[in-house]
């Protein structure tokens, strides 16, 4: 059986420096197999336009917990909206409220375990039923190394578990992220102006504060920094997290 890897496009050298022709190797490369994430976040609109530059009818995957602000649901239909978004939203199996009555309100709790099935339940066998239902072989995302310690060991290109992972934006800095979003005239998530610099759950957001030292203090109490949708499955992660594709 043939298998991607044998298909691979050849890499060109300033794929690292170039959002647009890593995206443009990606579609060329896995076709009908590429989608992206997103979670219509502060910067969302970055990788949005970015992406449906080059592929304007991808898929674009959005995990919705059910617990978003009003505004990030508002973000979406304006984003969706202005830039014909081939939008494919995909929720856990498990309503909020049943989980609430199963195992109460994980996010009140100052456990990382506890925290981390939250994020299974709501977020990663979200994603992976999303994956799966796409027939997807590639995913692109907008993870940046500034943001935490796991994505300053990426490349432009990973593999996470049976995907690859394809990062257009891994090295740019926030200044850049602006500057793109000036240029392009793009909006910010409405949070922005309250001292957001990112956004997920009500529940689990906050303004940034004095005496942060990472905007991810900001999310889940500050108590981790990955909510686990862009980390390798648990069984492969200890011997595969520094693992590239190339």
């Known amino acids: 059986m043939h298998t991607v890897n044998q298909f691979l496009k050849p890499k060109p050298e300033n794929l690292n420096k170039d959002p647009i022709l890593s995206i443009s190797w ?18 969302s609109a970055v990788m949005l336009h970015l992406v449906t530059q080059v592929c304007p009818n991808i898929p674009v995957i959005w995990t919705d917990t059910g617990y978003l602000y009003k505004e990030t649901y508002q973000f979406a239909e304006q984003l969706t909206e202005r830039l014909k978004l081939n939008l494919k939203i995909y929720q856990s199996s498990m309503s909020p409220a049943r989980m609430e009555a199963k ?38 995302a907008g993870l940046r190394r500034q943001q935490t310690d796991h994505r300053q060991t990426l490349s432009t290109v990973n593999r996470q ?43 689990s957001s906050r303004p940034l504060m004095v005496g942060d030292l990472n905007e991810r203090d900001t999310r889940f109490k500050g108590l981790k920094q990955e909510c686990g949708l862009h980390l390798y499955p648990e069984s492969e992660h200890l011997a595969a997290q520094r693992r590239k594709a190339f």
Do not use: C
């Open 26 to 43: 990606a579609a060329e490369t896995f076709g009908d197999g590429l989608v992206m994430s997103t979670s219509f976040g502060i910067h």
């Open 103 to 140: 195992y109460g309100n994980l996010w009140e709790r100052d456990d990382v375990e506890a925290l981390n099935l939250y994020d299974r339940i709501r977020k990663v066998e979200p994603m992976q039923q999303a994956l799966k239902g796409l027939k997807a072989t590639a995913w692109i």
């Open 161 to 203: 578990g049976e995907y690859y992972k394809i990062l257009p934006i891994l090295h740019w800095t926030s200044r850049d992220v602006d500057n793109y979003l000036q240029a392009h005239n793009l909006p910010y998530h409405p949070l922005f102006e309250r001292g957001y610099v990112t956004v997920g759950d009500w529940h």
